[in-house]
């Protein structure tokens, strides 16, 4: 006799901001029921999600004009839930050096054609709206943009997810898929392991890195008109269970807070030195990132830690502000970006391979860090698609992963 296997519209994998947000507009445009979308997550509540290891900005200033679309539809829909989300419009400082000022002024262009506020300042504006700024050589110029800001993405997440459960949507934890089989009834067949107990941090990198962490775990099958990829840095493993080709990989992206007790940043938002680093108020203490050039692909999830902080991170700061010389290394982590050959996201129906000519896969990952500030606008996106065979907000068809056989990459260039 054979087991009885549950029957689902729409599975989405990945439960993150972006596959909780695919989930809500799945939901609220009527795909309701845990039969009509049903969302799995290996790790549900984001130990190691890239949506809760990031730094919370959120910005339209983009080179990109979809990426300058989809940050600003998803930010406007944050300030109209500020409270839930935890949005604050303190807005991106933007430090730029002589050689990479110009490109900047002329994405400031698209960006004000786009609807989108964006300051121009010299030196004596700089110092006069941001005193403690009082190291300016290598400046050349900053862009202010006041409805930049930021957001507590672990609000945000549960904001989306809230919404769908409230219409039936089901979340399911400890799901790890590992085969899928694409039939020709035009369904899929997922096959997942289901851990059997929560697992530890150590466990579940043990899994994630491919070892075998010995924890309990039993075989569960899923059939599913469709399946969506939101599986952020695990998304080239999922596509290639999916039988289908994936470009991104993950990496590595460390973040240090320190004690910075001679200036108080809290009136600031978020400021990206000419360095690449970039730092913000976190309570009472600052938040500050830099992407290591040369940062090896591949999941890692330690946090170099005091020597990170003064070899990457004190130096720009220390050249920037007598303030902060005195500066403190308290805490860190690392986390994952998955990041795409173009640092732009992949999101759409999947087009190459067998599972394009199935037509029952699709995808929205690769967001390359900017997925937080895309996650409202790109989940409509695909709700949109699934529901309605196209795009209509916003056509977002440039960001099909099938761009990269074809050769018509979207670079970005104002990416930290």
Known sequence: MKSWIPQVDTVVVGAGLLGSSVAMHLAQKGMVGSDGVRVVDFDLEGTLSSSELNAGGVRATWVQPINIELSKDSIEYFATHAEDVGYRACGYLWLHPEDRLPAAMKARERQMAAGWPVEAWGISELQRRVPFLDKTDGIAGALFAPRDGLVNSNLLKNHFRTRARAAGVLFEDRMRLRKAELEQTGSVLLEFERFERALTSEEKIEELSGRVS???????????????????????????????????????????????????????????????????????????????????????YEYDGEDFFMERIWPALYERSTA??????????????????????????????????????????????????????????????????????????????????????LHEGLVI
């Open 214 to 300: 010995g924890a309990p775990r039993r075989v569960e099958k899923i059939r599913a008109k469709r399946v969506v990829n939101c599986a952020g840095p695990w998304a080239s493993e999922i596509a290639k269970i999916l039988h289908y080709p994936c470009a991104s990989v993950p990496v590595r992206r460390q973040i240090s807070l320190f004690d910075c007790r001679d200036v108080d940043l809290t009136p600031y938002g978020m400021i990206v030195d000419t360095s690449g680093v970039y730092f913000h108020p976190e309570a009472t203490n600052g938040l500050a990132g830099f992407a290591t050039p040369g940062e090896p692909a591949g999941v890692n």
């Open 324 to 409: 902060f010389e005195r500066l403190r290394h308290v805490t860190g982590w690392a986390g994952l970006y998955e990041v795409s050959p173009d640092e732009s996201a992949i999101l759409g129906k999947v087009q190459v391979g067998d599972a394009g000519a199935h037509g029952s896969v699709y995808e929205a990952h690769s967001f390359s860090g900017h997925g937080a500030m895309h996650s409202y606008a790109a989940g409509r996106s695909l709700a949109e698609l699934l529901l309605g065979g196209r795009f209509e907000t916003i056509d977002v068809s440039l960001l099909s992963g099938r761009r990269f056989v074809d050769g018509r990459l």
